[in-house]
Each structure stands twice: as structure tokens, then as C-alpha cells.
């Protein structure tokens, strides 16, 4: 019964491969993300989507692609992977679109590219 | 720009002992929420508090409060009784369109 759930938790892969990682959130909320955490535990925003729409693009690499089959689920496509995407890969979901609602977190999917 | 920063990369508190984490913030928005998240070695983010700038009154969480400054934009973390369980990283957030995280503050509990 796990709120927010991510697959893989590990993901190690070389450079120049292709890679998914999965986000399935069981809360009914309408609105998910995808954060980024590097070496140095800073937290970033990558994407958010609402109800299936983009609504937030921050300035990502268009190596990734998000995609959202429906409201429930969230997933991000990483092309031609690089040393540097190497980090944890958090996905949230929240009932409101603005940053103002409290935001739950999946588990983290830990990405090392070698 | 939102900003978002946390002094304090690490700090270290006695069991059962009081420990207060700091933030300060910087926004333009005049309808913002802040946020405290808690992330333990399993690396999962988990809140712990929250507070909507426009309440005056300080949230609390049990052995959590902050101690909320609108005009010093200040939004520290209060920990009572630290029990063993607390040691993780702590983020401060600031939340408009979208968080703004800070850097965080390892805090450990020491016995």
C-alpha cells in the first residue's frame, strides 16, 4: 500500500545506453515530479505534470523525456546517459498543481552511469 | 528568484537534549507556504512540517516547531527531546510554484 512508488530502486548502466525509470502513485493526487539529488544532496526540480499536461520544464537536457500515460503514473526516459546524470531520482506527487501543497516522495531511485 | 539557504551544514545534538535547525528564504511571492523535510539514511523524504506564510502562529509537530520570522524571512526548525531516530538530513523548502529546496543540515543525535 505504498503511497508513492518508484522501479528501480538501483539502476547502473553504461554511458551512452538508454534507461526508464518508473513512478506509480496510489493517493488520487493530481499533480507529479520527477527531482533530481546530486553527490551533494541538493534537491532539484526536473519536471511537473498535471493530470497528464506539462507544467513545468525546468532547463533539463532533452536527453530526458517524462511521460505521463495517465494521472497515476509519471515515468522519465533517459537517452544516451552521460557520467553526469549519475544521482538519486525522486518522484512526488501532490493534490495541487502549486508548490504551495505538501508533496509526498517516492523511495528514490539511485541512477550510477559508468 | 526564490533562495532558499540553510547555514548550517552539520550539526550534532545530545539525546534528549533541544536542537534548532536554521533557514532563511528569500520571495518575491506574497502567498508562499515553507516546509521542513527529514531524509534518514534510507534516503526517502519524509515532511515533518509545514507553514503558510500568511498564519502568524507558529506550526508544531509534536516534539517539532518553528519558530516563523515573515519579515527577517526566517523559518527555523525546532527539535525538543532528540531522540536517536531524528539523525538525518534535514530541508528546509520554500514553496510557491514549485519548491525551492536548501542545501540541508546533517543533524546527529548523539547518545
Known amino acids: 500500500d505504498t503511497a508513492v512508488s518508484q522501479t528501480p530502486k538501483y539502476l547502473v548502466t553504461q554511458m551512452g545506453n538508454d534507461k526508464s525509470i518508473k513512478c506509480e502513485q496510489n493517493?488520487?493526487?493530481?499533480?507529479m515530479y520527477w527531482y533530481k539529488q546530486d553527490s551533494k544532496k541538493f534537491l532539484k526540480i526536473m519536471f511537473s505534470?498535471?493530470?497528464?499536461?506539462?507544467?513545468i520544464n525546468e532547463t533539463v537536457p532533452n536527453r530526458f523525456s517524462p511521460k505521463s500515460p495517465d494521472k497515476a503514473h509519471l515515468n522519465l526516459h533517459i537517452n544516451s546517459l552521460e557520467l553526469g546524470d549519475s544521482a538519486v531520482y525522486f518522484c512526488?506527487?501532490?493534490?495541487?498543481?502549486?508548490?504551495?501543497?505538501?508533496?509526498?516522495f517516492g523511495p528514490g531511485t539511485r541512477l550510477t552511469v559508468l | 528568484a526564490q533562495t532558499v539557504t540553510q547555514s548550517q551544514p552539520e550539526m550534532s545534538v545530545q539525546e534528549a537534549e533541544t536542537v534548532t535547525l536554521s533557514c532563511t528564504y528569500d520571495?518575491?511571492?506574497?502567498?508562499?507556504?515553507l516546509f521542513w523535510y527529514k531524509q534518514p539514511p534510507s534516503r526517502q523524504m519524509i515532511l515533518v512540517i509545514r507553514?503558510?506564510?500568511?498564519?502568524?502562529q507558529n506550526a508544531t509537530e509534536n516534539r517539532f516547531s518553528v519558530n516563523f520570522q515573515k519579515a527577517a524571512k526566517s523559518f527555523s526548525l525546532k527539535i525538543s527531546d532528540s531522540q536517536l531516530g531524528d539523525a538525518a538530513m534535514y530541508f528546509c523548502?520554500?514553496?510557491?510554484?514549485?519548491?525551492?529546496f536548501g542545501t540541508g543540515t546533517r543533524l546527529k543525535v548523539l547518545a
Open positions: 512526488a506527487s501532490s493534490q495541487d498543481q502549486a508548490g504551495t501543497d505538501t508533496q509526498y
Open positions: 523548502a520554500s514553496g510557491t510554484y514549485k519548491y525551492i
Open positions: 493517493l488520487g493526487h493530481d499533480t
Open positions: 505534470y498535471n493530470n497528464k499536461e506539462l507544467i
Open positions: 507553514q503558510e506564510a500568511y498564519k502568524q
Open positions: 520571495t518575491s511571492e506574497s502567498d508562499y507556504y
